[in-house]
């Protein structure tokens, strides 16, 4: 399980510090696709216990010490995603296509009302929000669900290091 | 016995996240700092959310409902639009003018040219990892005598624009807040009219700025295109930095004052390098001793 751990968080960090140097300027209308993202919603959706929420807790930290969000917020943001997409594992198995849109997608909606609750409850002095009226918001969306089938595809090639027990065990 | 392995495994599943969800709003509450305004702010989130539900269908109707009005009057504000245009086309044509004649009456009247010290000039290495916040990252920190709050400036076009604050600053890096984030605040004044106001940004660099508290009497001399500056009245940004320019003015029928949009100064998508400016609170000192011999005078 730490094994796990530790390498998801490993990767989300590469992931999230990509998206600080290389991705700053975005991949399409300046918006950056949220690949750590990605990474938490597959380790989260593939593991039996909550190495996902957990990993989701540790790239938080580290995006927040990238990013100039408070300490916390970011990690708040990664566990709600992870925690549904470990719940949805019950619910549906995984395919190569639909499922991962679905899951980058509804991932990325999740990570959203995250950030209006967070910013509802503890007010816009320190924290800010994704609009849902903002097109950039649906673009992450929208390009988070188009990166999932590859990305996922990728990180099944590598499940002996992502994946402490497998699901259907 | 398998059944009790499964339920340990659920409550684990289930709990964790919990754990850690309660963590984070812990961590993000003591460096917020608003621990103690949390159930005040969970009550007031709640109403202001039920708020904005209402507000939210209310608009929608209204919106409906008058939208066919709206078609009518689109007609006569596209007029009052073009004739503005025109007036924008003619302060175009003599802006250049009006900078050399400015520049030569400061010379006359002896008046000094606001030099502002460079602490240092810096590249920008790193972005927000998110969408969310907007942050730049620049190579230069604590090691060369970089600080929090410190005033960040760009030159572009000949213009030095006002650009950001420092946020946070490392060894050797440091977080730069730009004007377009939404937690940025800036004191402003237009550089014709001299009316004060307080600059915030949207959170997008391709939104306007927004400048706030200008009375509605002192907003009716205010001009597409007027030129806003820092106006020097904090202890962080020197004077007669350049803000942006007045792209649009609001006047609300609810408020006493209008709100006015602004086109950044400066194009921070093509922003590579951004210079630091000494920390100098005397500057908003000399600034304020300026406004009360005026007021004195007066």
Same mark, same amino acid.
Request: aromatic share 10%; hydrophobic share 45%; glycine share 8%.
């Given at each position: ?32 696709p949220d690949f750590a993202l990605l990474v ?8 039996? /216990? ?55 997608f509804a991932g990325t909606l999740l990570k ?13 002095k320190d924290i800010s929000a994704y609009a ?7 673009? /992450?969306?929208?390009? @988070? ?20 027990? &497998?699901?259907?065990? | ?39 005040? @702010? ?43 245009? &025109?007036?924008?086309?003619?302060? /175009?044509? @003599? ?5 050399? /004649? ?11 040219? @606001?030099? +502002? ?76 009219? %001299? ?51 007045? &792209? ?21 998508? &093509? ?13 908003? +000192? ?11 005078? %007066?």
């Amino acid at each position: 399980m730490i094994k796990t751990i530790f390498a998801s968080t490993f990767l989300s960090s590469i992931f999230l510090i990509i998206q600080t140097t290389w991705l700053k300027n975005g991949l399409f209308w300046g918006v950056i696709p949220d690949f750590a993202l990605l990474v938490i919603l597959w380790v989260a959706y593939s593991n039996k /216990e909550s190495q996902g929420a957990i990993s989701g807790f540790l790239a938080g930290l580290v995006c927040d010490t990238l990013s100039s969000s408070p300490l916390g917020y970011f990690s708040f943001l990664y566990v709600i995603p992870a925690y549904a997409a470990s719940l949805l594992k019950h619910v549906v198995s995984m395919d190569a296509f639909f499922i991962p849109v679905i899951l980058g997608f509804a991932g990325t909606l999740l990570k959203g009302f995250a950030s209006i609750f967070l910013l509802l409850l503890l007010g816009p002095k320190d924290i800010s929000a994704y609009a849902l009226g903002d097109m950039h918001f649906w673009v /992450e969306a929208v390009l @988070n669900g188009a990166f999932a089938p590859l990305l996922f595809f990728a990180l099944g090639k590598m499940r002996a290091l992502f994946v402490t027990r &497998k699901v259907t065990e | 016995m398998p059944q009790k392995k499964r339920s340990r495994g659920i409550s684990a599943t289930h709990g964790i996240p919990i754990i850690l969800l309660a963590i984070s709003l812990l961590l993000i509450s003591i460096s917020t700092k608003s621990i103690l305004r949390l159930p005040g @702010n969970i009550a007031s989130a709640l109403a202001g959310g039920t708020q904005y539900l209402f507000s939210s269908v209310g608009g929608f109707v209204k919106r409906t409902v008058f939208s066919i009005r709206e078609l009518a009057d689109l007609r006569s504000q596209y007029d009052a639009l073009a004739e503005k245009l &025109k007036s924008y086309e003619t302060l /175009e044509r @003599n802006y250049a003018d009006m900078m050399s /004649e400015n520049e030569r009456l400061k010379e006359q009247l002896g008046f000094a040219q @606001n030099i +502002t010290a460079i602490k240092a000039s810096s590249r920008i290495i790193a972005k927000d990892p998110g969408n969310i916040f907007s942050s730049y990252v620049i190579d230069k920190g604590l090691s060369s005598g970089l600080e929090k709050n410190m005033a960040v400036v760009a030159f572009q076009n000949g213009i030095e624009g006002l650009a950001g604050k420092i946020l946070d600053s490392k060894h050797s890096s440091s977080i730069v807040l730009p004007v377009f984030d939404q937690r940025f605040f800036v004191s402003a004044r237009l550089s014709r009219t %001299r009316a004060e106001g307080l600059v915030n940004g949207q959170g997008n660099p391709d939104d306007a700025l927004v400048m706030r508290y200008i009375s509605k009497l002192n907003a009716a001399e205010i001009q597409i295109g007027d030129m806003v500056v820092t106006s020097g009245l904090d202890s962080i940004y020197p004077a007669d930095l350049a803000i942006g320019r007045v &792209k649009e003015i609001q006047l609300p029928e609810y408020s006493s004052s209008a709100i006015i949009l602004l086109e950044p100064s400066l194009n921070f998508s &093509k922003l590579e390098y951004l210079f630091v400016l000494q920390k100098d609170t005397d500057l908003a +000192t000399s600034a304020q001793t300026v406004s009360d011999v005026k007021a004195k005078e %007066r």
